[in-house]
């Protein structure tokens, strides 16, 4: 990325996001309903976007049926499919200033990152599931001599896809590659505070040649789109990335329809564990506090919760909290920016509501904790020490940039703090001793424990959480899982 400030400023301000739903390979405008989204980084109008009702949630889940039940997709070879899903990953890349600018304007992240790792994740889930697509194969197990029995897998058919705006092309992506290439039809929701990139998505999606209603983009909130799409009869399978409160209401949505298979990827309130030994601890700190600040904090899989060992907190916490004043906050566009604004006006009181709690708590302020100036919602690197475990500062995800540092005294009770939550999306372990390192991983409840490293990983690894973190896994092949039924075959030879 070569652009500087000056040329995001004037990309910005040619931008003209195109605001209607995606509906059977065109545009559709829909009853005129719009609402409005704005930037994050000083509150301006981005555009009026087509807002989804029952009859356009209608629309686009026809659309998605007829596809599937009488369209060319699930009966095209999945070679030609893949072919299709690497067309679109090229597209992508091809647009990835406008989308990375998109993104940054419509939910506040650092260009940068939106340039450098969200395009870049969304292409490579794109390519990797495109280059999977014949690379799969049913099994014949070995019943009986006289039998010959198949267990194939189909496309589970119309995919229902909503997902939160932290991430909004890779969380998509994550959904909706693994689903097409399973050979099902799809209907994404975005959040309402970043539908743009999505809607830029499905308009990428059939100039790349996926036949109408493959994919179709309906936009507008969770209680009113969201919930339409979860309530639907026509919907096969419900794919979700968000809240765990959310999450809960997608459950009941399909037990009050038709049944239809959810998978949740939901919150978490992730432990990220120092212990004394560990090899490098500048390194570790450093990563810590990156880990926490990195896109404002609006990470599922932050490392919210630092439980450091007591010997060595005093200067882990020192170099973390240099980090964090040192940190350049700012206007997302430009690339220096290392922390944008948050999503909202509304989200950054809700995080600073948590730092008033966490003050009534007794927890200690180190630094951060208030708005900072500019038009847009910018908040300081917070960070507080003294954390009681069983506070609501040390329990509640926050989804912003606030680091909980806990300390502990031997490793079992770190352990036990690490489980201590209704979470189980991730973990960080720091230790220099191997056998530690696989013993710890093995008691921590977590979907993913980075050793050594935090948020590393890639397409070959699955993705998701145990216990309220949901469950189901985005990513890898094991994804495939989510899109498709087994079906037994039984020959009698
Ligand atoms: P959210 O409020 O749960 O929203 C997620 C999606 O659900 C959005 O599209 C939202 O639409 C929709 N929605 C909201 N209320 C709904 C309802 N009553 N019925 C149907 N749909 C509804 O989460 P968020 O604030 O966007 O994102 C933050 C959350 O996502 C955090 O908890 C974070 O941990 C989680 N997350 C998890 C992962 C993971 O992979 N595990 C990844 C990223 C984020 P509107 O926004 O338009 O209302
Ligand atoms: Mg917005």
């Given at each position: 990325m070569n652009a500087t400030y000056d040329d995001w400023l004037q990309a910005a301000a040619s931008l003209t996001p195109h605001g209607e739903h995606h509906i059977g390979g065109a545009d559709e405008a829909g009853s005129g309903a719009r609402f409005t989204v704005t930037a994050p980084r000083d509150g301006t109008v981005l555009a009026e976007v087509a807002?989804?009702?029952?009859?356009?949630?209608?629309?686009?889940?026809?659309?998605?049926?007829?596809?599937?039940?009488?369209?060319?997709?699930?009966?095209?070879?999945?070679?030609?499919?893949?072919?299709?899903?690497?067309?679109?990953a090229d597209l992508i890349e091809e647009n990835r200033s406008e989308l990375a600018l998109t993104i940054s304007l419509e939910m506040g992240?650092?260009?940068?990152?939106?340039?450098?790792?969200?395009?870049?994740?969304?292409?490579?889930t794109f390519r990797w599931y495109g280059s999977l697509a014949d690379?799969?194969?049913?099994?014949?197990?070995?019943?009986?001599p006289d039998v010959l029995a198949l267990v194939t897998r189909e496309p589970s058919g119309v995919v229902g896809a909503v997902v939160p705006w932290n991430f909004p092309l890779t969380m998509a992506a994550w959904k909706i590659a693994p689903a097409l290439v399973s050979g099902?039809?799809?209907?994404?929701?975005?959040?309402?505070?970043?539908?743009?990139?999505?809607?830029?998505?499905?308009?990428?999606?059939?100039?790349?040649?996926?036949?109408?209603?493959?994919?179709?983009?309906?936009?507008?909130?969770?209680p009113g789109t969201g919930r339409a799409l979860g309530l639907h009869p026509d919907v096969d399978v419900l794919a979700f990335t968000g809240s765990t409160a959310v999450g809960r209401h997608f459950l009941r949505y399909a037990a009050d329809s038709n049944l239809k298979r959810v998978w949740l990827e939901l919150g978490g309130k992730s432990p990220n564990i120092i212990l004394p030994d560990t090899p490098d601890l500048d390194q570790a700190a450093q990563t810590a506090a990156w880990g926490i600040f990195f896109n404002q904090g609006e990470m599922c899989t932050a490392p919210s919760r630092l439980l450091v060992h007591s010997s060595i907190?005093?200067?882990?916490?020192?170099?973390?909290?240099?980090?964090?004043?040192?940190?350049?906050?700012?206007?997302?566009?430009?690339?220096?920016?290392?922390?944008?604004?948050?999503?909202?006006?509304?989200?950054?009181?809700?995080?600073?509501?948590?730092?008033?709690?966490?003050?009534?708590?007794?927890?200690?302020l180190l630094t951060g904790g208030t708005r900072m100036d500019g038009r847009g919602y910018y908040l300081a690197p917070t960070v507080f020490d003294r954390v009681d475990p069983a506070s609501r500062l040390a329990r509640e995800e926050i989804?912003?940039?606030?680091?909980?540092?806990?300390?502990?005294?031997?490793?079992?009770?770190?352990?036990?703090?690490?489980?201590?939550?209704?979470?189980?999306?991730?973990?960080?372990?720091?230790?220099?001793?191997?056998?530690?390192?696989?013993?710890?991983?093995?008691?921590?409840?977590?979907?993913?424990?980075?050793?050594?490293?935090?948020?590393?990983?890639d397409l070959t690894v699955p993705f998701g959480g145990m216990k309220q973190s949901g469950h189901g896994r985005d990513k890898s092949a094991h994804a495939i899982d989510k899109y498709t039924d087994l079906k037994t075959t039984w020959i009698q030879l």
């Open positions: 807002d989804a009702g029952q009859v356009e949630v209608d629309l686009a889940v026809s659309a998605a049926r007829r596809a599937f039940d009488s369209g060319p997709w699930p009966r095209m070879s999945p070679a030609e499919r893949g072919q299709a899903l690497l067309r679109l992240k650092p260009i940068s990152d939106a340039y450098n790792i969200e395009l870049r994740a969304a292409v490579a690379k799969l194969a049913d099994e014949s197990p070995h019943a009986s099902c039809t799809a209907v994404l929701k975005p959040s309402e505070e970043s539908p743009l990139s999505a809607l830029a998505l499905g308009r990428l999606a059939t100039a790349a040649g996926l036949p109408p209603g493959v994919l179709n983009v309906v936009c507008g909130d969770g907190a005093d200067s882990v916490i020192a170099t973390v909290v240099e980090r964090a004043r040192a940190l350049t906050v700012g206007d997302p566009l430009d690339p220096a920016t290392e922390m944008g604004a948050l999503v909202s006006e509304g989200h950054r009181e809700r995080v600073l509501g948590y730092v008033e709690t966490g003050t009534a708590e007794g927890a200690r989804f912003g940039p606030v680091l909980s540092v806990i300390s502990f005294d031997d490793l079992d009770e770190a352990v036990e703090l690490a489980n201590a939550t209704e979470y189980g999306l991730a973990a960080g372990l720091w230790t220099a001793d191997l056998s530690t390192a696989h013993r710890v991983s093995r008691r921590l409840r977590a979907g993913t424990v980075w050793v050594n490293c935090y948020e590393e990983g």
